[in-house]
């Protein structure tokens, strides 16, 4: 078998190739999660979370795929087992349980915020410990879908009326947007 010569380490490629399995454990779990609450949902938002949440699941099974093939370019072998994502993952599932349209919304605004923090980290040692600058730029991409996911689901749960200033009532720690 040809030996894997891409400037890094078998050390620096290991790290990568773990930090990145466990990225795809909670992509999966996150994708379940989701797929879930798009079937549960009920109540005034239905169609809009459904519909909502069908798009979300279209785009993390995108990128899974993408994940798991990121894995195999570095020679690594993805996860691909119900029991692997659950060890390796850091969501919480929460099984046998109905929640609210709101409590949906918030659970998976929270799980999206742990992936972005799981992110950041690993970004950080992709660049400062394993010198793999390829893969901190591709889940750097993939920290920005999942703030842009959690932004749309944070919306749900915001109020809306704005004061005369444009700011958003109850809300003192942004500025005035007409300042
Ligand atoms: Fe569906």
Known sequence: ????????????????????????????????????????????????????????????????????????????YPLGTAAGFIEYGSLKEHPNDLPSASEMVARLVQDHEQVIRNLREDIDKCGEQFHDEGTADFLTAKMEEHEEMAWMLRSFLEGESLDPSGRRVGDETMPAVNA
């Open 1 to 76: 078998m040809p030996k894997i010569n891409i400037g890094l380490s078998e050390e620096q490629r290991h790290g990568v190739i773990e930090l990145l399995n466990r990225d795809l454990a909670d992509l999966y779990l996150l994708l379940i999660k989701t797929k879930k609450y798009h079937w549960d949902v009920i109540g005034p938002q239905f169609r809009t979370l459904h519909e909502l949440w069908e798009e979300h699941y279209n785009a993390l099974t995108i990128s899974i795929d993408e994940t798991a093939e990121r894995v195999r370019q570095l020679g690594g």
